[in-house]
């Protein structure tokens, strides 16, 4: 399999999914979860000359760990901002959950969202915006990821530069990411007609995100959608053995029967002797971002040792 830097294999022209694209940007959600300083070292080794640029951000509340981390990163060709996901037991961070929505954004209200999301993107929106300001000087194609939580800001975040700046965004690829908003913001992210987007886009952001399921991912069915939340993109859904399917050759029934399928499989262990359950240890096995991007990475042809290569050299 060939080697990757993301730099120079990321497909900056792609319009509709990308396998090599969907597996850069895994990396890059990964990478996102990575100290500041070894941010900056990863990146450069992926071939990104930081010469100027300042890529980290990040919001701490009370000098606590990060509660919003990402990285912004441009050449001439491209920019890309990456948002880390939670680093929380998911145990603490589903019981937590507040299903409150609010408007997004009062003056130029397109729907709810998750209240939770809008002011994680709130607190790092100043930067991000300046960083992605200073970047954009040769009309380069933005392209936005994240994992968990950060997938749910990288959605919003694409949303936010398209649907309430104007300015277009080339593509979304989102990782085991929670659901994000009310169906009039469903509505908005598919429907709404933007006269800033070229002609060689798709008119639909919707048509430009793709959100990517592995398996029986739990985060990816909260909040749950009886209380009215929806999940915007196309889905890409790998299933229990791997493979991957897209949105036009799978349907809910079918995920649901290969999800029943890979509990049937995995419900009960023997390993220590007695029957236990152990479906829930698959569903948070199923959301981290290591499998993400080994899945995206096979899928793309490109070798699988990359990850460990980036950790070894920081």
């Not at 913001?185 to 048509?207: I, T």
């Not at 739990?218 to 229990?240: A, E, S």
Request: charge should be negative; aromatic fraction near 12%.
């Amino acid at each position: 399999m060939p080697t990757s830097k993301i730099a120079r294999r990321f497909n900056h022209k792609a319009r509709g999914f990308s396998r090599i694209n969907m597996a850069c940007l895994a990396s890059c959600s990964n990478i996102a979860y990575r100290p500041s300083d070894e941010i900056k070292k990863t990146l450069e080794f992926e071939g990104f000359n930081l010469s100027g640029q300042d890529v980290f951000f990040e919001y701490r509340k009370d000098n606590m760990d990060p509660d919003i981390q990402g990285f912004i990163v441009g050449d001439s060709k491209k920019i890309i901002i990456s948002f880390r996901g939670t680093e929380s037991k998911f145990e603490d961070w589903s019981l937590n959950f507040d299903i409150m929505r609010e408007d997004w954004v009062p003056n130029n209200n397109l729907g709810s969202v998750h209240r939770g999301f809008i002011e994680g993107l709130d607190s790092v929106w100043t930067t991000i915006k300046e960083r992605l300001n200073k970047l954009s000087d040769n009309n380069q194609s933005i392209w936005i990821t994240g994992h968990s939580l950060g997938g749910a800001l990288a959605a919003l975040a694409a949303a936010t530069i398209e649907l309430q700046e104007n300015q277009p965004v080339a593509g979304v690829y989102t990782f085991g990411q929670p659901r994000l908003g009310n169906r009039e913001f469903y509505r908005n992210f598919h429907d709404h007609e933007n006269n800033a987007v070229p002609e060689l886009f798709e008119k639909s952001l919707g048509k430009r995100t793709f959100r990517c399921v592995n398996n029986c991912d739990l985060v990816t069915r909260v909040p749950p959608q009886i209380t009215g939340y929806r999940h915007v993109g196309h889905l890409i859904y790998f299933d229990h053995d791997g493979h991957c399917h897209t949105h036009g050759n799978l349907s809910q029934w079918a995920t649901f029967w290969d999800r029943f399928a890979g509990r049937a499989e995995d419900i009960l262990d023997f390993s220590d002797g007695h029957p236990r359950l152990s479906f829930i240890d698959e569903d948070l096995e199923d959301h981290s971002i290591d499998i993400y991007e080994l899945l995206s990475r096979k899928l793309a042809g490109l070798a699988i040792s990359g990850n460990e290569a980036w950790r070894e050299m920081v």
